[in-house]
């Protein structure tokens, strides 16, 4: 039973850049919510997708943007990054008619120089 | 962003010691969740929490939530080398959200 999965592990981008990163929902969840870890912090609340659509949205700019698919795999897209976008992003998934239990993969570390 | 207050911040301990550590807000919260989270890796669950004052342990680990809903304890007994982690608590609001927001993390090492 394949846990939640994320690509790729490692990215480094310049300022300005684009970047999207994937995620694979645990089997059989329905649910992906994103987060980011900055060093030292806990996980902010990106926002969360379910049935293709994002249904609640933390205190993060339009530039953070994401989509589901109909397999229920997840993208985060972040436009015009900054030097503090540095961090930890991290995939959790779900399931909407559960406990909302997340589980979490191990996470994408996303450098911007 | 927003954060709970989780505390201690970090400990050392022998081998052998329990552990308890907490998370506090002045916000009613309907489900707690304790992660472990290692280097390098994303949280891993320990202990699922849904009623105000449920004890719930999974081995060594025992969880409680607290009685006013604005609180969670996570005790560790007899603590081993492997336990060294970041210890994260994460509460889900009872204003019908579904995001949950994580606590400030308790940065544990053993000595053995």
């Known amino acids: 039973d394949a846990g939640v999965t994320q690509s790729p592990t490692h990215l480094i981008k310049t300022r300005g850049q684009q970047v999207t990163l994937r995620c694979s929902p645990k089997?059989?969840?329905?649910?992906v919510s994103w987060y980011q870890q900055a060093l030292g912090q806990g996980p902010q609340f990106i926002f969360q997708?379910?049935?293709?659509?994002?249904?609640q949205r933390g205190n993060f700019p339009d530039r953070f943007s994401g989509h589901q698919f109909p397999n229920y795999s997840s993208e985060l897209n972040v436009n015009a990054l900054l030097l503090g976008d540095s961090a930890l992003y991290l995939c959790?998934?779900?399931?909407?008619?559960?406990?909302?239990?997340?589980?979490f993969g191990a996470g994408t570390r996303l450098s911007v120089l | 962003g927003q954060q709970l207050n989780q505390s201690p911040q970090s400990m050392f301990i022998q081998e052998g010691e329990d552990v308890s550590m907490n998370c506090t807000s002045s916000?009613?919260?309907?489900?707690w969740l304790w992660y472990k989270q290692e280097p390098g890796e994303g949280p891993v669950l320990l202990i699922a929490?849904?009623?105000?004052?449920e004890l719930t342990s999974n081995g060594r680990l025992t969880a409680q939530f607290g009685i006013t809903r604005k609180d969670s304890f996570l005790n560790i007994s007899a603590s081993i080398p492997s336990d060294v982690g970041i210890y994260f608590c994460?509460?889900?609001?009872?204003?019908?959200?579904?995001?949950?927001?994580f606590g400030t993390g308790t940065r544990l090492k053993v000595l053995a």
């Open positions: 959790a998934s779900s399931l909407d008619r559960g406990q909302n239990i997340q589980y």
């Open positions: 089997s059989g969840h329905d649910t």
């Open positions: 997708y379910y049935e293709e659509e994002e249904r």
């Open positions: 916000s009613i919260f309907n489900t």
């Open positions: 929490l849904y009623k105000a004052g």
């Open positions: 994460a509460g889900q609001l009872a204003s019908g959200t579904y995001k949950y927001i």
